[in-house]
């Protein structure tokens, strides 16, 4: 018996040991109780099931090579980060908008390829979501039929008009809304800015406008886009569509106003823009912290060549 080979025993002891000691260092990850699960036909729940419960409830269930360490691990970051941001499990306590709105985020979100998270489908190829699943979930969003005929009840237009009364308040009155957990305080002027473009991305969803101020009209002007220069700011307004019965959509609820803040100094960090975002008629920052921002980046990331701008107000792509 060689001393070498004994050493290598000794190794492999201490690998072993070392492996099975990190199986014990376990964050804990809990399921709790299903308080008020998303109230949906069965085939849209099946599609979330299969394809987002693991993360996006209180009850994920984790096959045996997710619970070992360091895997388990890294999904249980996952499972928490995820719970916070949209739990089905607790989705029924949300106000009516508000779970709308994540609803067309989440088809969103799988429509670009962002959701199930692209490293989770490498294992996980079952959860992926086909394009016959996104229609069924687009369909129970937007009725086809009551996309274009049902009229909106009288008292769903009215509210949305007062909605937009409001909106264009919330540009004039010095109201008290709260800075963005990354420091950016709103910028109320946005009312008064150019329309660049608007979309209506999601047949009968989100209505968009995207508004520039002075310094991106002057560059669009200009040519100079590519990059933007200093002191542009792009606002994106979107609310909720209402058809009124006569063919005509009419903006519902305010939903959300978010901006793109170009200081190439300042917010080098966020690749050269202050991003930030306001939910609500009642304005409430996104973000639990400055973190948040990672989300906008990443989803701009795919047109990171036009300095992650999506529109393009020149050749008119969008
Ligand atoms: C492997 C875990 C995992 C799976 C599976 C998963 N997600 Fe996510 N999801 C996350 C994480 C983590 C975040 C937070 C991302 C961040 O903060 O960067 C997130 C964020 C989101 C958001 C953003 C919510 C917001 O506040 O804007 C939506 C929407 C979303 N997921 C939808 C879905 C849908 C729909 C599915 C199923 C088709 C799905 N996800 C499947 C992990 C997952
Ligand atoms: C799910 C992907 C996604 C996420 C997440 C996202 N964006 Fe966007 N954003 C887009 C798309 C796509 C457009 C293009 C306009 C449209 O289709 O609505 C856009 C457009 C914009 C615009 C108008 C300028 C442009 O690029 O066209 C602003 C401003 C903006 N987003 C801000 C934000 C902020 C702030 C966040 C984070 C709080 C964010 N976005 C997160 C997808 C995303």
Not at 70 to 81: I, Q
Not at 114 to 124: D, F, I, S, T
Not at 197 to 209: A, I, M, Q, W
Request: aromatic letters at 10%; hydrophobic letters at 40%.
């Amino acid at each position: 018996m060689a001393l070498a080979s004994r050493a290598f025993l000794w190794t492999g002891a201490v690998v072993c040991l070392g492996f099975a000691v990190i199986q014990l260092i376990r964050p804990e990850l809990k399921n709790p109780p299903v308080t008020a699960e998303i109230q949906a036909p069965e085939e849209v729940r099946q599609i979330l099931r299969t394809s987002c419960y693991s993360c996006h409830s209180n009850e994920t269930k984790l096959p045996w090579f997710d619970q070992i360490e360091p895997a388990y691990w890294l999904v249980t970051k996952d499972v928490k980060k995820a719970r916070r941001h949209l739990n089905f499990s607790e989705f029924g306590k949300l106000p009516a908008a508000q779970q709308k709105g994540l609803l067309f985020e989440a088809v969103n979100q799988i429509q670009m390829g962002a959701m199930p998270l692209p490293r989770y489908l490498k294992v996980h190829p079952e959860a992926k979501v086909t394009q016959d699943q996104v229609a069924v979930l687009r369909n129970y969003l937007v009725p086809p039929s009551t996309a274009s005929a049902a009229p909106a009840a009288a008292a769903d237009t009215t509210a949305g008009d007062a909605q937009y009364g409001k909106w264009i308040k919330q540009s004039e009155g010095p109201l008290e809304v709260q800075k963005s957990p990354n420091g950016i305080a709103f910028l109320p002027d946005y009312k008064n800015w150019k329309t660049i473009s608007s979309t209506d991305r999601f047949d009968g969803g989100t209505l968009r406008e995207i508004m520039g101020n002075d310094v991106a009209v002057k560059a669009i002007a200009d040519n100079h886009i590519n990059p933007w220069p200093d002191g542009t700011v792009f606002a994106k307004v979107a609310w909720f569509e209402q058809p009124d019965g006569q063919g005509v959509m009419r903006t519902g609820a305010f939903y959300q106003v978010e901006y793109m803040i170009r200081d190439s100094k300042k917010y080098a960090s966020t690749k050269g823009w202050g991003w930030a975002r306001w939910r609500g008629t009642d304005l409430k920052p996104y973000g639990k912290d400055a973190k948040f921002t990672n989300e906008c980046v990443s989803c701009h990331e795919p047109v990171a060549k036009n300095d992650y701008v999506y529109t393009m107000p020149i050749g008119g792509q969008q």
